[in-house]
C-alpha cells in the first residue's frame, strides 16, 4: 500500500501550536507511508488539488489527512480522494484540532502526540478496504411529532409541498401552547385568530392525516424508512360518530374536574371539548374524574348524545405507520415552580402562572375574558408581574433564559391596562431581553403608554394580608426594599422540554441536554437536523424560543425533510456489521440489541445463525460489541482495524 | 448409600427417552471422581455421588447440542445449565435434569494438605463419608478428616445446595449454608493496599503456563476454538509469555465472564498452578449483582452485559 499523509496547519489553528512540518517528517518513517507533506489549508480548493497531484503523482492508494473533526471535513475529503479515483474508504483522518492544538499549548507535546495520532490513522487504513455502498427505496411520508405552532407549520409546508404527513398530538386537540393564549406579542393580535385557520388547514388538507389523542409508542427502522407504532389512547367517545356538539359536556354532572387546557382556571366537566376553536373538534372522556368510571352509574353523556358515540368499553388502538422521516415538535411545559416556597410554594391562590393569566385574559377562557381573582372572583387593580421565576437561576438548577418571557409579561401588562383601565400593573424584572423585530420598542410603550412600573430587581417573599398580597422585593436601581399590595401575581414561569421528551429521544435515538431539550446537529449549522438521519426538530424542544421563531424552524425542518424525501433511493452506508457463521453459536444476543432489527435468525444446516439484513443495518457497532464470540465484525471498524491503531498507540 | 441408589433409579427411569445421562464415576484415583457418560443401565451402576462429585457436568452441554440429555446436577451445576438457557446457548428443552441435595464437595489441594506427612493422596484407596466427616482408607489406617475442613471454599458460601430447577429431585433438599453472600473473601483482598494486589497478581500470573485449563473447564466458555486467547483473525493477544499477557487474558476471561459466572469455580480448581482465578470473577459477580440485581444461573434473563436497555431500572441515572 503507498500511504500519503497531509498534516494541516488550518491556518494558525493547528500550526500555532503543533510544528505541522516535524509531524509530516515523522510520518514519513511509518510503515507504508509514500509519501507525507504539511500543507495550509488541506480543505480548500488549493489543498483539495494538491492531495489530487499527490495522488496521481506518488501513485497513493490510500490518503491520511491530519486536520480537524471528521464531522465537519470527513466527507468533504472522502470526496476529494474520489475523484483522485480512490474508493473514499480508503482514507483516513487524525483529528489533531479538537483533540490536540485546541486542548494544549506545549508545542513539543503537541507535536508528539499529533504524529501519534497520525501513526494510529496510518495503521488503520493499512487495514482498510474499498467498501460501496448500496441503495434502499424511501417511504415518502413524514411524521410529524407534536401539534403545536412549529409541527402545524413543518406539517403544512411538507403537505404543500406534495409529501404526505401525520401528525400526532397528545392531546385531544391540536394548537398546543399557542392556543392557550389570548393575545401575541409583539403585534397583539388574537392568538387563536391567527393559529386557527392554520389547525384547520391541518384537518382539512389532503395530505395530512392527524391523530390526536395519541402518542408514538414505538419507532424502529431507520433513516427512509422508520416503522412507527402510534397509540391512539381511548376518548371512550367514537371520533367518527362525534359531532362536536357540545351536548355531552354541557349535561356531565361530574362538574368539578381538573381543566388540562385551561391551567385549571376554574373546574370543567369529565367529558369536554377542551375549547371552541380544537381541532379535531371532538369530545373525550377524563376517565380519572368519570362518575361512569369512578361508580360505575351515571351515563349521561351515553343518554344525551344524539350520534351515539360514547363508548365506554373503548381501548387504547394501535396503528402501524411507515415514514421516511420525522420532525419532533413536541415543544415545551413549565417548570414546576412550587419549589419556590417565598411565593408561597401555591398555597395562595391569587398567585397565578402566566399561562393560567392568559387563560383568564382569553375571552374563550373560564373567565369570559375577565381577568378576576381565583379567590373572590372580585376584579384585580393592582396586579405584580414577578419575572424569572425559573429562569437563569441556578438555585433551583435552570440557569437558562426562557427567552420569551420578558416580552409575554410586557404584553399581559398592556392587556390589564385593556381589561381594566384603573389598574396598576408592577414588573419584577432581573433584565429586559427584548431581541426581536420590533421587540424592544414593544417592551418601551408597555412602560411609557401603559404605565406600568418596571422595577428591576428580585422578589424576596410574598405573603397575605388581609385580602391583599403583600410583594417585598429590592430595587436594585433605587437601592431600596419595596413593597407593593398586590391583588394578584403572576409568575412568569420559565419553561423546560415537555413533560416525556427524554423518552420520546430515546426512542427516536436523539440526544438531549441535562434539561430534556433535543440536540441538534451542529448549534450553529445544523439547527433543525439532529445526529440520527432523518429525524428533524422544530420549535421549543430543541431549545426554548418563541412564535415566530418556532414557525421558522417548522419550515426549516419541512424543507430539510422535503430535501431528503425528494429523493427515490438512498444509498445505505457500507459501514455495516456481518456475521461470521463459523463463529455463530446462535445465542440471538445480537437480535435481541439490534436497535434496528437488522439482524435475522437463519438456518444453517439444523444450527441457527444470525445474519445482517445489509441495507438494514446502521452500522452502530451495538451487536458487534456485544456478540461474545466475537463472530459479529463492522466493516471500516473491525477487531484488527481497531486494534491495530491501539497497538500503534501502546507500543511495548 | 439410599440417595445414591434413587438417583441410580431416577437416572434409569430418564434414560431410554435421552441419548445419555451425565454424572460421576470413579476416577484414576480413590479421591478422585471423573464425569461418567451413561448410555445404558450397565454404565448406571458406576455411577457415584456425594463428596467426590465434583466436576460440573454442564461443561458438555454446548458441544451436545442436537441430542437430548440428562445431567445429574448439584445446586452449583444446576446454576451452570441455567446461565446457559438464559442465554439461550443450549435448549431448556433439550435437558433433563436430576437434582439432589448437594452437602459439599471435596478440594483436593486442601486434601493434600491435610494429608501432608501421613501419606500422598494417590495412595488412600478408599473413601467413606460418615455425616460430617470422611474416612480415608490410607496404607497406614484409617484417616479422619472434618469434610467442612477440605471441602471447597464455595461449598462454605452455598446458597443454592439444591438445583431448584431440576425435573427430577431426589431426596430431602438441603438448607443453604448462607442466605447471602457477603464477599468476605474479596473484602480481606481489598484490604491490600493497591500497589500490594497489584504484585500480588503479577506474582499469581508469573505461574501461569497460558494451558488454558480454566478456560476449557469453564461450563460458560462457550467460544471454545474461536476463543480470543488463540485466535489470529481477530488478533486480539499476543502468544507472548510475559507476566502482562497472562493477566490480560485472564482479566478477559473474567470480563467475558461478568454477570455471566455462576461461581462454580471449576476454573480455579482447573488450574494446575493453583492461581485464585475466582477471585477476578467473583469481583464482577459482586459487581453485576449489586449494580443490575441479577445473579448469574438463577435469573432467567439475557445477562445485563449481554443486552441494552435504554434505561436500567436499578441504577438512576436520569430522574426524569
Not at chain 1, 444470525?610 to 463492522?634: D, K, M, R, S, W
Request: aromatic share 8%.
Amino acid at each position: 500500500m503507498r500511504i500519503g499523509v497531509f498534516i494541516c496547519h488550518c491556518g494558525s489553528n493547528i500550526a500555532g501550536t503543533v510544528d505541522c512540518a516535524a509531524v509530516a517528517s515523522k510520518a514519513r518513517a511509518y510503515p507504508d507511508v509514500a509519501y507525507s507533506t504539511d500543507i495550509m489549508y488541506a480543505c480548500a480548493e488549493p489543498g483539495q488539488d494538491a492531495i489530487i497531484a499527490a495522488i496521481k503523482e506518488h501513485l497513493l492508494t490510500g490518503v491520511v489527512v491530519a486536520s480537524c473533526t471528521p464531522r465537519m471535513h470527513e466527507p468533504t475529503f472522502r470526496k476529494t480522494v474520489e475523484r483522485a479515483g480512490l474508493n473514499r474508504y480508503m482514507f483516513e483522518m487524525a483529528n489533531i484540532r479538537e483533540h490536540v492544538s485546541w486542548i494544549g499549548k506545549d508545542i513539543e507535546a503537541n507535536t508528539n502526540k499529533a504524529a501519534e495520532l497520525v501513526r494510529m490513522a496510518v495503521s488503520k487504513l493499512r487495514l482498510n478496504r474499498e467498501l460501496k455502498p448500496k441503495s434502499f427505496p424511501v417511504t415518502k411520508r413524514l411524521l410529524v411529532v407534536g401539534g403545536g405552532v412549529a409541527g402545524i407549520q413543518a406539517a403544512l409546508d411538507a403537505a404543500d409541498a406534495g409529501l404526505e404527513v401525520i401528525m400526532v398530538e397528545k392531546q385531544p386537540t391540536i394548537g398546543g401552547k399557542m392556543a392557550k393564549l389570548d393575545k401575541t406579542f409583539p403585534t397583539v393580535d388574537c392568538s387563536s385568530c391567527i393559529l386557527g385557520p392554520r389547525m384547520v388547514d391541518v384537518a382539512q388538507h389532503p395530505n395530512i392525516t392527524l391523530y390526536a389523542y395519541s402518542e408514538v409508542d414505538s419507532i424502529s427502522g431507520y433513516v427512509g424508512n422508520f416503522d412507527v407504532k402510534i397509540r391512539k389512547k381511548a376518548s371512550y367517545v367514537d371520533w367518527s360518530k362525534c359531532t362536536g356538539c357540545g351536548l355531552c359536556t354541557e349535561k356531565c354532572p361530574s362538574k368539578k374536574s381538573y381543566d388540562r387546557f385551561n391551567e385549571g382556571v376554574g373546574p370543567t366537566t369529565a367529558i369536554i371539548i377542551p375549547f371552541p376553536q380544537a381541532i379535531p373538534k371532538k369530545a373525550s372522556i377524563e376517565r380519572e374524574y368519570c362518575r361512569q368510571f369512578n361508580t360505575g352509574k351515571c351515563g349521561v353523556c351515553a343518554k344525551v348524545c344524539p350520534t351515539g358515540a360514547i363508548d365506554y368499553g373503548m381501548q387504547d388502538e394501535f396503528i402501524d405507520a411507515k415514514v421516511g422521516g420525522i420532525v419532533a415538535a413536541t415543544g415545551y411545559d413549565l417548570m414546576d415552580w412550587t419549589v419556590y416556597q417565598e411565593y408561597g410554594g401555591g398555597r395562595y391562590p391569587d398567585v397565578v402562572t402566566s399561562l393560567q393569566y392568559e387563560r383568564m385574559l382569553s375571552a374563550s377562557g373560564p373567565t369570559g375574558g375577565h381577568i378576576k381573582r381565583p379567590s373572590d372572583g372580585e376584579e384585580p387593580k393592582d396586579v405584580v408581574f414577578i419575572q424569572c421565576v425559573g429562569s437563569r437561576d441556578v438555585s433551583v438548577g435552570r440557569p437558562y433564559c426562557s427567552g420569551f418571557c420578558c416580552m409575554y409579561t410586557a404584553k399581559q401588562a398592556i392587556l390589564t391596562k385593556d381589561h381594566i383601565p384603573d389598574s396598576r400593573s408592577y414588573v419584577f424584572y432581573m433584565d429586559i431581553r427584548s431581541p426581536g423585530k420590533g421587540y424592544d420598542e414593544f417592551t418601551r410603550r408597555v412602560q411609557e403608554e401603559y404605565q406600568a412600573r418596571y422595577i428591576r430587581g428580585r422578589v424576596s417573599m410574598v405573603y397575605p394580608k388581609g385580602k391583599k398580597l403583600i410583594v417585598r422585593g429590592a430595587d436594585t436601581l433605587m437601592g431600596a426594599q419595596v413593597e407593593i399590595e398586590a391583588d394578584l401575581v403572576v409568575l412568569a414561569v420559565g419553561a423546560e422540554a415537555a413533560e416525556g421528551a427524554p423518552h420520546l429521544a430515546e426512542k427516536l435515538r436523539i440526544s438531549y441536554d441535562s434539561y430534556g431539550f433535543f440536540m441538534e446537529g451542529h448549534p450553529k449549522l445544523r439547527p433543525v437536523e439532529t445526529n440520527t438521519a432523518g429525524v428533524f426538530l422544530a420549535g421549543a424542544c430543541q431549545g426554548l424560543k418563541d412564535i415566530p421563531s418556532s414557525v421558522a424552524q417548522g419550515s426549516a425542518a419541512a424543507a430539510k425533510a422535503l430535501a431528503l424525501l425528494s429523493r427515490d433511493m438512498l444509498d445505505s452506508d457500507p459501514q455495516i456489521a456481518s456475521v461470521n457463521l463459523n463463529r455463530c453459536v446462535g445465542c440471538r444476543k445480537c437480535i435481541e440489541v439490534c436497535p434496528f432489527k437488522a439482524i435475522q435468525e437463519i438456518d444453517l444446516r439444523g444450527q441457527p445463525k444470525a445474519e445482517v439484513i445489509e441495507t438494514v443495518c446502521q452500522g452502530c457497532g451495538l451487536c458487534n460489541a456485544t456478540c461474545p464470540q466475537g463472530a459479529i465484525q463492522l466493516s471500516h471498524f473491525t477487531d484488527n482495524q481497531l486494534l491495530a491503531e491501539v497497538e500503534a498507540l501502546c507500543r511495548f | 448409600m439410599a440417595i445414591q441408589d434413587d438417583i441410580k433409579s431416577a437416572i434409569a427411569e430418564a434414560l431410554p427417552g435421552l441419548s445419555c445421562v451425565i454424572g460421576w464415576g470413579a476416577g484414576p484415583e480413590a479421591l478422585r471422581a471423573a464425569p461418567l457418560f451413561m448410555r445404558d443401565a450397565a454404565d448406571v451402576d458406576k455411577f457415584t455421588a456425594g463428596f467426590l462429585a465434583v466436576n460440573n457436568p454442564a461443561l458438555f452441554l454446548p458441544s451436545l447440542k442436537g441430542a437430548k440429555v440428562g445431567l445429574v446436577v448439584k445446586g452449583c451445576d444446576a446454576r451452570s445449565v441455567g446461565q446457559l438457557v438464559a442465554e439461550n446457548l443450549v435448549s431448556r428443552e433439550a435437558i433433563h435434569l436430576i437434582g439432589y441435595p448437594c452437602r459439599g464437595v471435596i478440594d483436593m489441594d486442601k486434601a493434600t494438605a491435610a494429608l501432608e506427612g501421613r501419606c500422598e493422596p494417590g495412595e488412600v484407596k478408599g473413601l467413606r463419608e460418615e455425616n460430617e466427616d470422611i474416612v480415608l482408607d490410607a496404607p497406614g489406617g484409617e484417616i479422619r478428616l472434618a469434610k467442612k475442613d477440605v471441602a471447597a471454599d464455595k461449598c462454605a458460601r452455598c446458597r443454592y445446595p439444591n438445583a431448584e430447577s431440576a425435573d427430577v429431585f431426589v431426596g430431602e433438599k438441603a438448607a443453604p449454608v448462607v442466605e447471602r453472600d457477603d464477599y468476605a473473601d474479596l473484602a480481606a483482598f481489598e484490604n491490600m493496599a493497591l500497589d500490594a494486589r497489584k504484585a500480588f497478581w503479577e506474582k499469581e500470573m508469573s505461574r501461569c503456563i497460558r494451558c488454558y485449563a480454566c478456560r476449557n473447564a469453564c461450563p460458560l466458555c462457550v467460544c471454545r476454538d474461536h476463543c480470543v486467547a488463540s485466535s489470529r483473525e481477530p488478533h486480539w493477544l499476543t502468544q507472548a509469555d510475559g507476566v502482562r499477557d497472562k493477566l490480560f487474558f485472564q482479566l478477559i476471561h473474567a470480563t467475558h465472564l461478568a454477570g455471566r459466572c455462576t461461581g462454580c469455580g471449576e476454573c480455579e480448581r482447573a488450574c494446575p498452578v493453583g492461581i485464585p482465578l475466582l477471585t477476578l470473577k467473583r469481583a464482577f459477580s459482586r459487581q453485576v449483582e449489586g449494580l443490575f440485581g441479577y445473579t448469574a444461573g438463577i435469573d432467567r434473563s439475557t445477562p445485563p452485559l449481554l443486552t441494552f436497555k435504554l434505561e436500567e431500572p436499578a441504577i438512576k441515572e436520569r430522574e426524569w
